[in-house]
């Protein structure tokens, strides 16, 4: 009698041997988009620890390409809506069409069913639309006509928005806001990389040729369920889960803000601490791995007094004045 044979397990890999292989795709991304390297880190952290994001830039500082270029050297499907005050629900997720009466309604797909879905202009479009995204960020699949569908285990948001232009727009409600698990600033690069970036276009690069933006792939499909998979080995000591929660904690304590981060920013930031650590190729979460992304996870939960609006202050002001209170554990 043959034995069959034994079923076939994926092959582990170290922290360091993951790290270099992120880093692999960072340096491909960023030879795209110059002068961002922390961007798209923030950007592929948040893909490895099976996030969505939120891109908030001024036009022209290379959101769409990121996204682009990141799906392209993660092997990964890419699919792009662009929101205007028009669109409709269907238009994100599908609808069912007649195209042989014998069989009656076919279901097609929309565009949500991808990879990676770059949701521009988010905040283009009115909360009916908005809210087509809401199941499918977070249960990662959607229904329509009464049929809950699937969407692929990979399935990962990238939305972008104008922090400056507000006419026609319909600002992001806090129940889809927090499906964000962080909200990633896109600012101006540095004169140096501006430099680099005319040079680049100097030599023939085309940001509208596609050959141009979109990298081969540095990984695989298969290759980044494994990376996202490794993220639960990485081990959190109680006294830095106790940090995380702390500093959560204090943003709903704190008198100068309306609204604090709920529970789910502290899985949030428990989460992105971990895929942190596993980035910088370590098994185990630093303090630092929590501080780095503290204002990430949490500038988009928290509201601030309209006095502190007035005076101009910032989200990101008031999270490093929490955090720097906020004794980390040694």
Known sequence: MTTPPAPQT????SPQEISTMLRAVVDVVSMRVIGQEPVI???LVTFLARGHA???GVPGTAKTILVRALAGALGMRFGRIQFTPDLMPADITGISIIRDPANGFEFQPGPVFTDLLLADEINRA???TQAALLEAMGERQVTTDGDTRALGELFTTFATQNPVEYEGTYPLPEAQLDRFLIKIAVSYPSLEAELQMLDLYGSGFDAER????VPDAVVDTAQCRLLRSAVVSVTVAPEVRDYVAAIVRATREDSRLLLGGSPRASVALFRI????????GRDFVTPDDVKDYAAPVLRHRIRLTPELEVEGRRPDDL???????IAAPR
């Open 41 to 43: 880190e923030q950007a």
């Open 210 to 213: 596609a050959s141009d933006v």
């Open 126 to 128: 009115p909360a009916k």
């Open 273 to 280: 601490a971990r895929a942190s650590a596993l980035f910088n």
């Open 319 to 325: 999270l490093t004045d929490i955090v720097s209170r």
């Open 10 to 13: 994926a092959p582990s890999l």
């Open 54 to 56: 939120l891109l908030e």
